[in-house]
């Protein structure tokens, strides 16, 4: 299969293929106050179905979802770390990240038992371009969440007012309150170094037709 690596097509095939999970593009929760525990990670093993309230752990989880994604349409946001920022459209209370930017997505959780604050300071291995914190919009992007979690589209699993993301470069300091059930958040970065591109289903067709036909010459060629 070795030598069939010479298209450039083909060769971004046996890329993706030849390596499994991207590299955690999530790098560190430092600065942590109020949790119980702070885990780069999901709370169980893939795949699960995310329950409001189902946890109870009062630990905060970030973990990575789809990485190097290039938007297929704008991105609906709530709260951005630089609204004159080429890459972002509208305006406050509206703002998105335009179709076109390429971006890695990551998911925070953090589920306390009763009421409680958690602070602490998450960092990445690129810049954060925006949270998603309100429901509806949460649940609209899903589509970049990681494989084999369901999201559960629960309500109040957004962030409220009074939680707090001040934007740092790589890193975002972070202080919440939640009663019940907890918070879920998505966060969105930039090009992460660290991370595998995922291709795009309409790039997975074309690196299949790609394939299908090389194989069809090759063995055209060796019969
Ligand atoms: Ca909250
Ligand atoms: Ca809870």
New binding site residues.
């Given amino acids: 299969m070795k030598k069939n690596c010479f298209l450039g097509m083909v060769t971004a095939l046996c890329l993706v293929g030849g390596t499994n999970a991207a590299f955690a593009t999530a790098v560190s929760i430092t600065n942590g106050t109020g949790g119980a525990g702070y885990t780069i990670g999901t709370p169980a093993a893939v795949p699960f179905e995310l329950i409001p309230n189902g946890y109870n752990d009062n630990i905060l989880y970030v973990w990575d979802e789809v990485q190097n994604f290039t938007l297929q349409q704008d991105l609906f946001v709530d709260r951005v770390a630089d609204p004159a920022a080429s890459y972002v459209g509208g305006t406050s209370g509206n703002y998105f990240i335009k179709a076109g930017t390429v971006v890695s997505s990551h998911y925070v959780q953090w589920d306390p038992a009763g009421t409680a604050r958690v602070q602490a300071t998450l960092n990445f291995d690129s810049d954060i371009f925006a949270f998603i914190t309100g429901d509806s919009r949460l649940n609209n992007s899903d589509y970049l969440g990681l494989p084999g979690i369901d999201y559960g589209n629960f309500s109040l699993r957004g ?2 007012s009074g ?1 707090t993301t001040a934007f740092n470069g790589g890193s975002v300091d972070i202080s ?3 009663s019940t059930p907890g ?1 879920w958040t998505r966060l969105i970065t930039a090009v992460s170094p660290g991370a595998d591109p995922v291709p795009e289903p309409a790039t997975m067709s074309l690196l299949g037709m790609g394939l299908a036909g090389l194989i069809y010459r090759t063995r055209k060629r060796s019969a």
């Fill in positions: 962030l409220e939680d919440w309150s939640a918070d």
